[in-house]
T-cell receptor, first 115, second 110 residues
Framework: DQQVKQNSPSLSVQEGRISILNCDYT??????FLWYKKYPAEGPTFLIS?????DKNEDGRFTVFLNKSAKHLSLHIVPSQPGDSAVYFC??????????????FGPGTSLSVIP | DVKVTQSSRYLVKRTGEKVFLECVQD?????MFWYRQDPGLGLRLIYF???????EKGDIPEGYSVSREKKERFSLILESASTNQTSMYLC?????????FGDGTRLSIL
């Protein structure tokens, strides 16, 4: 059973509007969350992260929100640009069961930003 | 800029062959990771190494082994390749979590 879920396999957004990518997790021990972006034929690149002691982290056009009680996080991209079109992976670490910071990835959401 | 280099972008092998995937990083990070990416499943950790000659099994280590003889190099070995190991393989490094990935090796087992 997947511990990190991204229920929308794909999302289309108009250029200039807000993109909201959602992620849910099941393990309440997770204490650090990451978002990665992946273009075709390239490896993922780390985008932004958030610790469980925070509920928001912002980096330029990218903001991640964490709702621990709902076990839900979201990535907001404002304004969306065509270059943001990529697959976005949500990931979580700190499951409390492993001796190292194992990172568990969601299945990804493919974002298309339409010019 | 951190560079993670995987030896091959595309590789085609036959079932039963022993396959080596090589990864080199230039940032002197202790941690290195091997993942495989499959549609609908995201990235799944095969093996992780936190120091030279040290390794930990990830979520799907069966059919794989690894070697870390030097800090900058982390090799993934398919002992006897099978068709269900056809996948995209990604190497990563980072001070803690995987932060820098290689461009991946698309491996096909026929």
């Amino acid at each position: 059973d997947q511990q990190v879920k991204q229920n929308s396999p794909s999302l289309s957004v108009q250029e200039g509007r807000i993109s909201i990518l959602n992620c849910d997790y099941t393990n309440s021990m997770f204490d650090y969350f990451l978002w990665y972006k992946k273009y075709p034929a390239e490896g993922p690149t780390f985008l932004i992260s958030i610790s469980s002691i925070k509920d928001k982290n912002e980096d330029g056009r990218f903001t991640v929100f964490l709702n621990k009680s709902a076990k839900h996080l979201s990535l907001h991209i404002v304004p969306s640009q065509p270059g943001d079109s990529a697959v976005y992976f949500c990931a979580a670490s700190g499951d409390g069961e492993t001796s190292y910071d194992k990172v568990i990835f969601g299945p990804g959401t493919s974002l298309s930003v339409i010019p | 800029d951190v560079k993670v280099t995987q030896s091959s972008r595309y590789l085609v092998k036959r079932t039963g062959e022993k396959v080596f995937l090589e990864c080199v990083q230039d940032m002197d990070h202790e941690n290195m990771f091997w993942y495989r990416q499959d549609p609908g499943l995201g990235l799944r950790l095969i093996y992780f190494s936190y120091d030279v000659k040290m390794k930990e099994k990830g979520d799907i280590p069966e059919g794989y082994s690894v070697s870390r003889e030097k800090k900058e190099r982390f090799s993934l070995i398919l002992e006897s390749a099978s068709t269900n190991q056809t996948s995209m393989y990604l190497c990563a490094t980072g001070p803690y979590q995987p932060q820098h990935f290689g461009d991946g090796t698309r491996l096909s087992i026929l």
